[in-house]
Nanobody, 124 residues
Framework: QVQLVESGGGLVQDGGSLRLSCAAS???????IGWFRQAPGKEREGVSS????????YYADSVKGRFTISRDNNKNTVYLQMNRLKSEDTAVYYC??????????????????WGKGSTVTVSS
C-alpha cells in the first residue's frame, strides 16, 4: 500500500524558509515523486518533482531559484527546501507520486497517489 506522509509546514514570515518532508513507502522504481500546492480559491499546481533515476528534476517557474527538491533514499523521504518565501507561496502542499514512469511531465492527471497535505502560511 502506497503511503505519502507530509510534515514540516507552518507559519513563516515573508523572506523566511521552511523545509517540507514526505515520508514515502509501498512502491518501487521507476517513479516520479514531488510536490503540488493549492492556494485558497485556486487550482492545484505542480511545484517540483524528481524522478527515481534522478534523470529529471522539474520546478515551476514561480519557484525556480528559491525551492530545491531532494531525496534521501535511505530514509525513503523527499524534501522540498523553500527559501525566500513570499505571501503567494501560501498554500496547502501535497506530496504526490506517479508510478511506472521517470517522465519530467508533472501534471495533476498523471498522479497515482496523494498525501493529505501540509499547510504553509507566509505572512507579509
Amino acid at each position: 500500500q502506497v503511503q505519502l506522509v507530509e510534515s514540516g509546514g507552518g507559519l513563516v514570515q515573508d523572506g523566511g524558509s521552511l523545509r517540507l518532508s514526505c515520508a514515502a513507502s509501498g512502491f518501487t522504481p521507476p517513479y516520479t515523486i514531488g510536490w503540488f500546492r493549492q492556494a485558497p480559491g485556486k487550482e492545484r499546481e505542480g511545484v517540483s518533482s524528481i524522478s527515481s533515476n534522478e534523470g529529471c528534476t522539474y520546478y515551476a517557474d514561480s519557484v525556480k531559484g528559491r525551492f530545491t527538491i531532494s531525496r534521501d533514499n535511505n530514509k525513503n523521504t523527499v524534501y522540498l527546501q523553500m527559501n525566500r518565501l513570499k505571501s503567494e507561496d501560501t498554500a496547502v502542499y501535497y506530496c504526490a507520486i506517479s508510478i511506472g514512469t521517470t517522465s519530467c511531465y508533472w501534471n495533476y492527471y498523471g498522479i497515482d497517489y496523494w498525501g493529505k497535505g501540509s499547510t504553509v502560511t507566509v505572512s507579509s
